[in-house]
T-cell receptor, first 113, second 112 residues
């Protein structure tokens, strides 16, 4: 069974440009998470979806970040405009309904110049 | 706020020795804990989990110990191999909210 898929793996952009990340969770996993991981630190939750509903977006900087999961499967995380401090690895994870273990994708490493 | 932390940022062990990675948590309401392994350029990989109604759980070459009295979690790796070199994170979860709080991580270096 395929794991969590993310693309692109790497992205380099100039500040003030927009950027988008895509995630395909493990088949059958209805819960999807986006995390941000700064260098040398643990992942920090940005948003959590239960199917297509965002049930926890309290840590998402809503002035520039947005996310969607229109059909309850794939998800996109967008930043517009990007700032230098947004450089980090953006991780997507998924879990099966009723289970707490989360499985992570490889992440997208974003560099903002 | 309450958080999960690690005592040692870097741990160096010889191949074949046992490794012990420690983690302190401060939220006494946390009832579920996970250890993840993260290799360079990869996402965190699930290793083992434990619920608060247990004090020990074993997997293949790994054992997690939970001491709720002192709010301490440890990961023991038997016969450490070069492939075990990575950063290890503990994470805690409270209730059914499915929100994991991660610590900073411990880098495990395996020397030959």
């Amino acid at each position: 069974e395929a794991g969590v898929v993310q693309s692109p793996r790497y992205k380099i952009i100039e500040k003030k440009q927009p950027v988008a990340f895509w995630c395909n969770p493990i088949s059958g996993h209805n819960t999807l998470y986006w995390y941000r991981q700064n260098l040398g630190q643990g992942p920090e939750l940005l948003i959590r979806y239960e199917n297509e509903e965002a049930v926890d977006d309290s840590q998402l900087p809503k002035d520039r970040f947005s996310a969607e999961r229109l059909k309850g499967v794939d998800s996109t995380l967008k930043i517009q405009p990007a700032e230098l401090g947004d450089s980090a690895v953006y991780l997507c994870a998924s879990s099966q309904g009723g289970r707490r273990e989360q499985f992570f994708g490889p992440g997208t490493r974003l560099t903002v110049l | 706020g309450e958080s999960v932390g690690l005592h040692l940022p870097t741990l160096s062990v010889q191949e074949g020795d046992n490794s012990i990675i420690n983690c302190a948590y401060s939220n006494s309401a946390s009832d579920y804990f996970i250890w993840y392994k993260q290799e360079s350029g990869k996402g965190p990989q699930f290793i083992i989990d434990i619920r608060s109604n247990m004090d020990k759980r074993q997997g293949q070459r790994v054992t997690v110990l939970l001491n709720k009295t002192v709010k301490h979690l440890s990961l023991q790796i038997a016969a450490t191999q070069p492939g075990d070199s990575a950063v290890y994170f503990c994470a805690e979860n409270t209730g059914t909210a499915s929100k994991l709080t991660f610590g900073t991580g411990t880098r495990l270096q395996v020397t030959l």
